[in-house]
């Protein structure tokens, strides 16, 4: 009998980007890496397994915004030129690099890639590699679940509970649109959770949902299993809290796994070291530098200033190792926590998605050998949180405590000094936006559609990843102009409404920008709180 479950879980998600006013635009390229690195390298390994048998779930969720954009036809169109791109400059490497054999192995190892991937995207997926997940789903290898519409951060919102039911809501409908049936959990962005939330969840009949491991060691009621099995909020909606130290054997930036010296580094890439006349055609315009994905060296040690050629090979042996380890951490935890409660304990290890392929490039070898190794263990198992929910349906109850996952375990990463100006904005456009949906209940035609844009809108600007990307200071320029584009986009619609009238030019041309969720209903934003 198995003495542990294991409950791996990967938050895939990206900002909704889309920019059809250029014919290149550089922040797309974020959906473009985690595609190439990340969503169809996870695919192949998960059908792999899938093939030869091996017993796997693993829990995934995918966000709407980012389910959006893979199956927008432009982007699509958009990720394939991209990767002929890259493949182009793979044939240039090959060349360039054909009197230094380690690296023009690289070379040929990426060029490869990129091949595959297009192969794969527009062969087996037809462009739209949701279906893989679905896929994958159907077979039961997979559980999908879902996120708020836009990955806003609902802590800060819990003063306009309108908001926080519409993000819940519109995320159930945008699931079954694109998988078409409800999902049964939900992963709160950035694990934000604060008491009463689960309220809106219960009404979305979600089952569970995911949190700090905080949001259980800090709460008031003391639970005799800790964060080894779920317990459920008073309404019956059950939490399962991450398990902070073992996932630290992956997430630690100064001991997990990705810093060893084998590894691949990230940041070190021909688009940053390489001649701009060499790279200028693969790059964006004007001379904008940016990835490639064609990497040669390692990680190193930090406290060497020259940096390795990337040994693969090598690679792959610590790869081996750090998945044994892992495994073996959890077996020894297990047989401590497995004499203290009285029923087999449940890990929960939440990742973001991205961090396999992307930023950890060995991670998804790394995922597959986990996967292969809890298969042939005989004290662990994985187990998706519904099957674990199904086996012990009756949990403690408890209410657990606001809580994040991010930085200081609280709200402090999307409200700082350099971002808090947002949340004004943000909150007034909110209050207007109820006011609209009270004051217009009973639009049609084209003042329903202007009405539609504008909760469009307000939702983009209640996204966690503007303020985020600020407070860590990468592409901040980009940031604060989408926040203020949103912003300023809405207050067109208030305004115009205000004075009854509409600019269809204006908006035909902003909803052929932002076409998320074209089925909205600008009415969730009214009615009240029940």
């Known amino acids: 009998m198995s003495k542990g479950f294991v409950g791996l879980t990967l938050h895939a998600h990206l900002p909704f980007v889309r920019h059809p006013e250029y014919p290149r635009f550089l922040e797309e390229d974020w959906l473009f890496e985690a595609i190439s690195e990340t969503y169809l390298p996870l695919l192949r390994v998960f059908n792999k397994l899938r093939r030869e048998g091996v017993p796997y779930q693993v829990t995934i969720s995918l966000s709407p915004t980012l389910c959006s954009m893979l199956a927008d036809s432009l982007l699509q169109q958009r990720y394939i030129d991209h990767v002929n791109l890259m493949i182009d400059l793979g044939d240039k490497e090959l060349e360039r690099t054909k009197e230094f054999p380690k690296?023009?192995?690289?070379?040929?190892?990426?060029?490869?890639?990129?091949?595959?991937?297009?192969?794969?995207?527009?062969?087996?997926?037809?462009?739209?590699?949701?279906?893989?997940?679905?896929?994958?789903?159907?077979?039961?290898?997979?559980?999908?679940?879902?996120?708020?519409?836009?990955?806003a951060f609902l802590p800060l919102y819990k003063e306009t509970p309108i908001a926080v039911k519409a993000q819940i809501e519109l995320a159930m409908m945008s699931h079954v649109a694109h998988f078409r049936r409800k999902p049964k959990g939900f992963w709160l962005p950035e694990c934000g959770y604060y008491p009463g939330l689960e309220k809106y969840l219960a009404h979305n009949n979600i089952e569970y949902f995911y949190g700090a491991t905080h949001s259980v060691s800090l709460s008031e009621d003391k639970t005799r299993r800790g964060i080894y099995a779920p317990v459920s909020c008073k309404n019956g909606v059950n939490l399962f809290a991450r398990d902070y130290g073992i996932g630290q054997l992956v997430w630690s930036e100064d001991h997990g796994y990705p810093v060893d010296g084998s590894y691949r580094d990230f940041y070190r890439d021909i688009g940053y070291d390489l001649d701009l006349e060499y790279v200028r055609p693969h790059i964006h315009e004007p001379d904008?530098?940016?990835?490639?994905?064609?990497?040669?060296?390692a990680v190193t040690d930090t406290d060497s200033p020259e940096k390795r050629v990337y040994d693969q090979k090598a690679a792959l042996e610590r790869v081996s190792e750090h998945a044994e380890n892992f495994i073996y951490s959890i077996k020894k935890k297990g047989a401590k926590i497995g004499k203290i409660i009285d029923r087999e304990p449940y890990f929960t290890i939440p990742f973001d998605a991205e961090l396999f392929g992307h930023w950890w490039f060995e991670g998804v070898q790394w995922l597959e050998?986990?996967?292969?190794?809890?298969?042939?263990?005989?004290?662990?198992?994985?187990?998706?949180?519904?099957?674990?929910?199904?086996r012990y349906p009756k949990n403690e109850v408890i209410q657990p405590a606001l809580s994040s996952w991010g930085n200081r375990g609280y709200s402090s990463v999307w409200v700082d000094g350099s971002n808090d100006w947002i949340y004004r904005h943000v909150h007034r456009s909110i209050n207007r936006m109820i006011e609209l949906a009270d004051r217009f209940p009973d639009q049609t035609s084209l003042k329903e559609r202007f009405l539609q844009h504008a909760a469009r809108e307000v939702l983009m600007a209640m996204a966690s990843?503007?303020?985020?990307?600020?407070s860590n200071g990468t592409s901040v320029g980009y940031a604060e102009r989408r926040m203020k584009e949103h912003i300023h986009n809405f207050n067109l619609v208030y305004e115009n409404m205000c004075r009854?009238?509409?600019?269809?030019?204006?908006l035909t041309r902003t909803e052929k920008k932002t076409n998320i969720f074209p089925d909205i209903d600008y009415r969730i934003f009214g009615g009240g709180i029940e």
């Open 465 to 470: 990843d503007w303020p985020f990307i600020i």
């Open 103 to 151: 690296i023009n192995e690289l070379a040929h190892m990426y060029r490869e890639l990129y091949i595959q991937n297009l192969s794969d995207f527009t062969g087996v997926y037809r462009g739209n590699i949701l279906q893989g997940f679905r896929s994958l789903e159907d077979s039961g290898h997979l559980t999908l679940i879902t996120t708020s519409a836009t990955h």
């Open 288 to 297: 904008v530098r940016s990835f490639t994905g064609y990497k040669y060296w």
């Open 500 to 506: 009854n009238s509409v600019n269809t030019e204006w």
């Open 369 to 390: 050998q986990v996967l292969r190794g809890l298969a042939e263990d005989t004290e662990l198992e994985t187990m998706s949180p519904e099957k674990y929910l199904h």
